[in-house]
């Protein structure tokens, strides 16, 4: 639940929001308008986690070459 309500104090709903995890054997997600329910597959959570995993800022960094001598390399270097 902490992460649902991180969501949507960032991103407020318009209006109540039902949220419902189901499987549905696809990565997808839809929203009924009518009765205000998403409706988010796991199979689509395990899309978002895939992707994020592939972000170069998340992934393990491989030996990293820093140009110029020792002295006058960038931060991080």
């Known amino acids: 639940m902490h992460l ?3 969501v949507f104090h960032e991103f407020r ?3 109540p929001l ?3 995890l189901v499987t549905c054997g696809a990565p997808d997600a ?3 308008s009518n009765s205000g329910e ?3 597959c796991y199979a689509r959570l395990q899309h978002f986690r895939e992707m994020a995993e592939n972000l170069p800022r998340l992934r393990t960094p491989v ?3 820093c140009p110029g001598p020792a002295g006058f390399r960038p931060g991080g270097c």
């Open 4 to 6: 649902v309500n991180s």
């Open 13 to 15: 709903p318009p209006r």
């Open 18 to 20: 039902t949220l419902r």
């Open 30 to 32: 839809w929203y009924n």
């Open 38 to 40: 998403m409706a988010l």
């Open 63 to 65: 030996t990293r070459q």
